[in-house]
């Protein structure tokens, strides 16, 4: 596989998953089983023991706003009959896509700066200032 990278010849696997090589596309009909498989080797990756995550803040109220937008899409998704491996995408978009919109919310960029500014009016109500709001 390193040569053929090393001439630009992607590299693919056709329903078998090979671990631990850079491939560049994986093609399979069997779905559930490729999600359990690289489920498998996330999970060796992971390191054992004791350990813990340090920093952030968390609400009682944003638990169960969490869980309730959780549990709404997945209810969604078990009505629509959605395929089991699909439903997983969606699960881990949504969570890809709180995490992201925390990450801009604590320290946006300047795009998101421009933009607060930009619309303050609208999402703070009351506000009369017709000028930029500072960053805090």
């Not at 004791?50 to 609400?59: I, K």
């Not at 309730?68 to 949504?94: C, F, K, P």
């Not at 607060?116 to 000028?131: L, Q």
Request: glycine share 8%.
């Amino acid at each position: 596989m390193t040569s053929a990278h090393e001439k630009n010849v992607p590299v693919l696997a056709y329903d078998r998953l090979i671990t631990g090589c850079d491939l560049d596309m994986y093609i399979t009909f069997d779905n559930e089983k490729v999600a359990y498989l690289q489920a498998e080797e996330v999970l060796q990756k992971v390191p054992e023991g004791n350990f813990m995550l340090l920093g952030g803040r968390g609400s009682i109220f944003g638990t169960f706003l969490g869980a309730l937008v959780m549990a709404t899409v997945i209810q969604g998704m078990d009505y629509t009959n959605l395929e089991n491996w699909l439903q997983l995408i969606v699960r881990g978009s949504v969570l890809v896509l709180a995490v992201g919109l925390d990450v801009i919310a604590k320290n946006p960029p300047p795009w998101a700066r421009r933009l607060r500014n930009k619309f303050w009016r609208y999402i703070k109500p009351g506000a009369k200032t017709r000028g930029t709001v500072s960053p805090e």
